[in-house]
């Protein structure tokens, strides 16, 4: 089994900044895709970034790359989401995933899921 902790969630004006951290306990064995999802109230799941744990290739979506940056420390087995240039579409609780596998945009690609943090921006 696999457990993420999620943290780093807040309340921040647009324009501001927040970094959320995931760290990954259990049965990690050095082979886990992570990444994020988000939900804004009303919404689905909305893959937002992942990262390989061997060789960190990352994928960001479209509407959050270049403010979005994907990191991962595998010492701490640790990704870490940058959120830069906030804005309040940006508001949802995100969450923190894992797989064994290749995890793509999915949410069903994923089995392992934290417990949500809430990103609130204020306009």
């Not at 902790?5 to 259990?26: D, P």
């Not at 886990?32 to 960190?56: C, D, S, Y």
């Not at 290739?57 to 959050?64: A, F, L």
């Not at 990704?79 to 309040?88: A, E, F, H, T």
Request: net charge positive.
């Amino acid at each position: 089994q696999v457990q993420l902790i999620e943290s780093g969630g807040g309340l921040v004006q647009a324009g501001g900044s927040l970094r959320l951290s995931c760290a990954a306990s259990g049965r990690t064995a050095g082979s886990l895709a992570m990444g994020w999802f988000r939900q804004a109230p009303g919404k689905e799941h909305e893959f937002v970034a992942r990262i390989g744990w061997i060789g960190g290739t990352t994928y960001i979506v479209d509407s959050v790359k270049g403010r979005f940056t994907l990191s991962r420390d595998n010492a701490k087995n640790t990704v870490y989401l940058q959120m830069n240039s906030l804005k309040p579409e940006d508001t949802a609780v995100y969450y923190c995933v894992a797989s064994f596998y290749y995890g793509g945009s999915s949410p069903h690609e994923y089995a392992y899921w934290g417990q949500g943090t809430q990103v609130t921006v204020a306009s």
